[in-house]
């Protein structure tokens, strides 16, 4: 059982490139979404899911874009790269059951746009 | 719109101390709390998740506490370890409802702790 599987670990990119992080998990979790974290600014909440076709913005959506195409996979898109998306990018998953499910997270993208 | 807030940011204690790690929150309609360990350069390591009808939980030396009337949570290290050194998160489920898996998270407290 592998949890939340994030890939690449490490990317640097230039600006205006595009790329996808990739996002799995085998809980048959619902629930999925995306958070970057900058310092001084903690973790904050990027897209989320709620289901295969269901996606919504979280607190700092602009410049990425999702889909939910299997429960499995949750893959996370920078349209055109700017160094202001230089941070760490973590998935995470969660079953359905409000009190009782705890999160799960991957180990995090580490990603540099030079 | 939710806030979180830990205190201390940082500690430094020496080893076998017990220490209290603390968190509050600004909304207390919450489902429950959970509380992650992130050592540096890598991922959120889910410690403890206290539901909102419980008060407490507990797992080998750490315990944690929960008052959602006044919005707080504590996180208690027993006998504390060199391998406690890490940064300590708290988050909750985003006000207003359902959180769909959605969490606000506090800043973290990094514990530093000292053979």
């Known amino acids: 059982n592998a949890g939340v599987t994030q890939t690449p670990k490490f990317q640097v990119l230039k600006t205006g490139q595009s790329m996808t992080l990739q996002c799995a998990q085998d809980?048959?979790?619902?629930?999925m979404s995306w958070y970057r974290q900058d310092p001084g600014m903690g973790l904050r909440l990027i897209h989320y899911?709620?289901?295969?076709?269901?996606?919504d913005q979280g607190e700092v959506p602009n410049g990425y874009n999702v889909s939910r195409s299997t429960t499995e996979d949750f893959p996370l898109r920078l349209l055109s790269a700017a160094p202001s998306q230089t941070s760490v990018y973590f998935c995470a998953s969660r079953g359905v059951g409000q009190g009782s499910q705890p999160q799960h997270f991957g180990d995090g993208t580490r990603l540099s746009i030079l | 719109k939710q806030e979180v807030t830990q205190i201390p940011a940082a500690l430094s204690v020496p080893e076998g101390e017990n220490l209290v790690l603390n968190c509050s929150f600004t909304?207390?309609?919450?489902?429950?709390l959970q509380w992650f360990r992130q050592d540096p350069g890598k991922g959120l390591t889910s410690l403890l998740l206290i539901q909102s009808s419980q008060r407490e939980q507990t797992s080998g030396r750490l315990n944690a506490s929960l008052d959602k009337s006044s919005g707080r949570s504590t996180l208690y290290i027993a006998a504390s370890q060199p391998g406690d050194s890490a940064t300590y998160l708290c988050?909750?489920?985003?006000?207003?409802?359902?959180?769909?898996?959605?969490?606000?998270f506090g800043q973290g407290t990094i514990l530093t702790v000292h053979p």
């Open positions: 809980m048959n979790h619902e629930y």
């Open positions: 988050a909750v489920p985003n006000a207003g409802g359902t959180s769909y898996g959605k969490l606000t």
């Open positions: 909304d207390s309609a919450i489902y429950n």
């Open positions: 899911s709620v289901g295969a076709g269901i996606t």
